[in-house]
C-alpha cells in the first residue's frame, strides 16, 4: 500500500520545476542535502544563498512522525494549538512503552493493560485530528516509517532523534522536539539553521564480516559525539550503490552519535528495489523519473572539497568490523584492537548476554546475516555461551523472518524473542540479574550506550557492534573474541571458526504479514470525545507558561553544576520513567537526577539554599519555585546530547529553572529549551566555568536589550560577598527572542492568533 500518494504525486511533478529555480538563482552546482533543503523552503520567495552555520531559515516538511513517549507531549500541545487536523501527513507509533522482559506475546500484553489510558489517548487523538497511528507491536517507528513513508528528495521530521533512519531513501529526515513537530502539524513555519555539510566519499565495497554498521561506528569514532552537530552528513561515491537500502538506513540512523543534524545517501537502484519490495513500485517510478536530481550535482561528486565543509573518505573494501564503548558511542576500535583494549582497561572479559535488532540493526538483511551465524552453532556443534535477544523492526519483519525459518534459528540456540519495539535500546529491559550494580558486559547492536541506559546498572559495560558481531560474540561468551581470526573448541573438543555471514538484502518470497498493525483516523470523532481524567497519574493537560519577566532572572540561585557527560538521559531519565511522559508534574520528579554534582560527585545530592541541607534536584527546584524564586543550572560541553525528549526542557522550565549555561549544547536540545521560553546561554570564555561555587547567586544582565548576536553578562555573588561577572553568549535570532519573551514558541503562537 502507498500511503499519502495524492502528496507524493504533487510532489514529484513539481520537483524538477523547484530544482531548475533553485539553479537559476544560486548559479553554481548543488549537493543532494541542498537540493533538497532548497526545495521544501517555506516562502519560495525567501530563495537565496544562505550562509550554512550561520542563517536561520524556515521549512515546509512533507510529514511528521511521532512515537509513543514523545507524541503524547506533542499532540496534547498541538490540542492547544486549536486546529481542526493536522497540516501534513502525520503518524504516531507504539514503540517505547513496551517493556521488554518475558517475550513478545506476554509482553505486548502487559504494555496494552498498563499503557491502555495513554494508547487510547493517542489513538483517539489521532483519530480526531487525521493522524495514522500504528498500534503496539507493529513496529519501531524508524523501521515502520521506513517501510511505508520514507521517499527519495523528501523531507519529514519526528519527535525522536534516530529520525534520520529514512535518509536511508536519500530522505531529508531531522530529529526534533514535540514542540517543533507542532509547528509543521499547525501548517507554520519551520525553522532551522541552514546546516553545514560534511562529505562523506565511500569507494569500494564490503566484504567478509564488515557491515553497514561499520561504517558508521567508524566515522563516530572520526567525528566524536559532537562532530556533525549543524551539519548534514550526506554519503557520495561508488561505494553507496554497494549498500543496501537498510544498510544506508543504518548508517543514516546512528548519525544522531555524532550530532548530525541528519544524513542521507543518494538515490540508486538499490533503494528503488527497496521501494519496490515493500509495494511502492509508483513511488520508485516517480523518483526514477528525476532521479540526476535526486543526488549531487557530478561536478560535486569531481571536486568534493569545494562544495563540502569537510570532506572525509572510507574506503569500504578495507574496512573491518568495530566495536565502539563503553558508555560512549564514538569509542571506536577495529575489532582486531579490540582484545587489547578489553584487557589493558580492565573490562569485564565475560560477554553476559547478546543484544540485536532495534531501530538501527532490525531489517531483513541484518535479521538473515545474524541467523547464518545462529546456525552454525548446530552446525558447527558449538554451545552458546550467552542469552541472546532479539528485537525485530516491525511486525512486518518478524512475520517474514518467522517464515523464512530465521526465528527458529535464533530460538534454537536460546534467543529471546522480544516485540517488535525499542525495548532494552532505550531502557524498556526488565533484566534478570543476580547484583544490579554488578560490573558487566553487554554487546548490541543499538545506537546508544550511555551509563546506565539499558539497564539502570552503571556498571554495565555496554558495547555495540553490528548483529553478526554480536551474535558471534553471544556464542563465544568472550569479549575477546575474534571471529574473522579466532577459533571455538565445540562439543567434540574440536577446534573450529565461524564462517562470514550471510543473508538476504530482501527476501526472496516477498514480504509477509497478516496485520502490520494499522489504524487510519476515523473522521467522525470530535475533540469532546478526548477525554483527560483530572486525577489521572499519566496524562496531564498542559497549561501555558508565564511570559518574560526581568525580575525572575535576577538572584537566582545555583540549582546544579554538572561536571562531565550531561545527556538527555542524565537530565531526563527514560526506562521507568516514560510512563510519565504525558504528565509533566510528575515526570519532573526525575529532574537530572542522572547529573553528576560538580562540588560532591554525587548524582541527585544538591545544596539547598533555602535549607542550608543536601535534597534532590527536583526536590531542591521545587523548593525555589514554592517560594517564587527562580534558579540556573550550569553545565559542560555538549549539554543535552542523545535524544529529542522535549521533557530535558519542559521539566526545568516547569520547576522553574529559567537558564541553562553550559560549555556548548547539543543541537535537538537547545533547539528544545528555545522552544519552551528558557534561556540558552555558554561561555564565552570556557574556563568561567570554574567561577562558579556551590553556594552562588547569579544574574543575567542585559536581557532589556536581548537582541542577536548581543553578548548577555553573568554576575556572581559569592558567599563570601564578592562579586564577579563574565560574558555569556547565545544564538538567538529575532523570532527566537519573541518566543522567549512570549513564554515559549506555543504562547507566541497563541497570541498570534
Not at 534558579?631 to 546530547?641: C, H, K, L, T
Request: net charge negative; hydrophobic share 40%.
Amino acid at each position: 500500500m502507498v500511503y499519502d500518494l495524492d502528496m507524493l504525486k504533487a510532489f514529484y511533478a513539481s520537483f524538477e520545476k523547484k530544482i531548475g529555480r533553485v539553479r537559476a538563482v544560486l548559479q553554481r552546482p548543488l549537493t543532494l542535502a541542498e537540493k533538497i533543503l532548497y526545495t521544501h523552503l517555506y516562502d519560495d520567495a525567501q530563495l537565496k544563498n544562505y550562509e550554512r552555520g550561520e542563517d536561520y531559515v524556515n521549512f515546509r516538511p512533507d510529514r511528521v512522525a511521532m512515537q509513543d513517549a514523545t507524541a503524547q507531549m506533542a499532540l496534547l500541545q498541538f490540542i492547544n494549538a486549536g486546529k481542526d487536523s493536522a497540516a501534513v501527513p502525520s503518524t504516531v507509533h507504539c514503540d517505547h512503552l513496551i517493556q521488554a522482559y518475558k517475550g513478545a506475546g506476554p509482553d505486548i500484553a502487559t504494555a496494552t493493560e498498563t499503557n491502555r489510558e495513554v494508547y487510547d489517548f493517542l489513538r483517539d487523538v489521532s483519530s480526531r485530528f487525521g493522524i495514522g497511528f500504528w498500534k503496539p507491536g507493529a513496529g519501531i517507528i524508524h523501521q515502520v516509517v521506513l517501510e511505508n513513508y520514507a521517499f527519495p528528495g523528501g523531507m519529514m521530521v519526528g519527535t525522536d532523534s534516530h529520525t534520520p533512519n529514512a535518509g536511508g531513501l536519500g530522505m531529508v529526515a531531522i530529529g526534533v522536539g514535540g514542540a517543533d513537530a507542532v509547528d509543521v502539524m499547525t501548517g507554520m513555519e519551520w525553522e532551522l539553521k541552514m546546516p553545514k555539510l560534511i562529505g562523506v566519499h565511500l569507494t569500494g565495497s564490503l566484504n567478509g564480516w564488515a557491515s553497514p554498521k561499520d561504517v558508521i561506528l567508524k566515522l563516530a569514532g572520526i567525528l566524536t559525539v559532537k562532530g556533525g552537530t549543524n551539519a548534514i552528513i550526506e554519503y557520495f561515491g561508488e561505494g553507496t550503490a554497494s549498500l543496501s537500502a537498510t544498510g544506508k538506513a543504518t548508517i543514516c540512523n546512528m548519525g544522531a552519535e555524532v550530532g548530525a543534524t541528519t544524513s542521507l545517501f543518494p538515490y540508486d537502484d538499490r533503494m528503488a528495489v527497496y521501494l519496490k519490495a515493500t509495494g511502492r513500485e509508483s513511488v520508485a517510478e516517480m523518483a526514477g523519473k528525476v532521479a540526476n536530481d535526486l543526488r549531487a550535482d557530478a561536478e560535486v561528486v569531481a571536486n568534493p572539497s569545494a562544495f563540502y565543509d569537510r570532506v572525509i573518505e572510507i574506503n569500504l573494501s578495507e574496512l573491518e568490523p568495530y566495536i565502539n564503548g563503553p558508555f560512549t558511542p564514538d569509542a571506536a576500535t577495529p575489532i582486531s584492537e579490540f582484545a587489547e583494549k578489553v584487557l589493558v582497561n580492565g573490562y569485564p572479559r565475560k560477554m553476559e548476554v547478546g543484544l540485536i535488532g532495534s531501530c538501527t540493526n532490525s531489517s531483513y538483511q541484518d535479521l538473515s546475516r545474524a541467523a547464518s551465524i545462529a546456525r552454525q552453532v548446530a552446525e558447527k556443534h558449538l554451545a552458546v555461551a550467552a542469552p541472546l535477544i532479539v528485537n525485530p523492526g516491525s511486525e512486518q519483519i518478524r512475520a517474514t523472518a518467522e517464515r523464512d525459518g530465521m526465528i527458529d534459528a535464533f530460538q534454537k540456540i536460546g534467543a529471546t524473542i522480544m516485540a517488535n519495539a525499542c525495548g532494552p535500546c532505550i531502557g524498556q529491559w526488565k533484566r534478570h540479574t543476580d547484583d544490579p550494580v554488578r560490573k558487566n558486559s553487554i554487546v548490541t547492536s543499538f545506537n546508544r550506550n550511555f551509563a546506565k541506559r539499558a539497564d539502570g546498572n552503571p556498571n554495565t559495560h555496554a558495547f555495540v557492534a553490528s548483529p553478526e558481531i554480536v551474535t558471534a560474540l553471544t556464542i563465544a561468551g568472550n569479549l575477546c573474541f575474534n571471529p574473522l581470526t579466532d577459533t571455538l573448541i565445540n562439543e567434540n573438543g574440536e577446534s573450529v571458526k565461524l564462517d562470514m555471514p550471510e543473508g538476504e538484502e530482501l527476501p526472496v518470497k516477498g514480504f509477509d504479514v497478516k496485520d502490520p498493525g494499522y489504524i487510519a483516523p476515523d473522521k467522525g470523532l470530535s475533540s469532546s470525545d478526548i477525554i483527560i481524567d483530572p486525577n489521572s497519574k499519566r496524562l496531564q493537560k498542559l497549561s501555558p507558561f508565564a511570559p518574560f519577566n526581568p525580575l525572575n532572572f535576577e538572584r537566582m540561585p545555583l540549582l546544579i553544576k554538572t561536571s562531565g557527560k550531561c545527556t538527555t538521559d542524565h537530565i531526563s531519565m527514560a526506562g521507568p520513567w516514560l510512563r510519565f511522559r504525558g504528565h509533566l508534574e510528575n515526570i519532573s520528579d526525575n529532574l537530572l537526577m542522572g547529573a553528576v554534582n560538580a562540588f560532591n560527585g554525587k548524582t541527585n545530592e544538591v545544596f539547598n539554599q533555602l535549607t542550608n541541607e543536601y535534597d534532590t534536584v527536583s526536590g531542591t527546584a521545587k523548593s525555589y519555585k514554592m517560594h517564587g524564586i527562580s534558579s540556573i543550572v550550569v553545565a559542560e560541553e555538549n549539554y543535552g546530547e542523545g535524544s529529542s525528549r522535549e521533557h530535558a526542557a519542559l521539566e526545568p522550565r516547569f520547576l522553574g529553572v529559567k537558564a541553562v549555561l553550559c560549555k556548548s549544547f547539543a543541537r535537538i536540545h537547545e533547539t528544545n529549551l528555545k522552544k519552551q521560553g528558557m534561556l540558552a546561554l555558554t561561555f564565552v570564555n570556557k574556563d568561567d566555568y570554574n567561577k562558579i561555587k556551590e553556594k552562588d547567586i547569579l544574574s543575567v544582565k542585559g536581557l532589556e536589550s536581548f537582541a542577536p548576536d548581543k553578548n548577555l553578562t553573568i554576575e556572581i555573588i559569592h558567599p563570601d560577598g564578592s562579586l564577579e561577572s563574565f560574558e555569556a553568549s547565545h544564538t538567538y535570532n529575532n523570532l527566537q527572542i519573541e518566543w522567549f519573551k512570549a513564554g515559549s514558541a506555543l504562547n507566541y503562537l497563541a497570541n498570534k492568533k
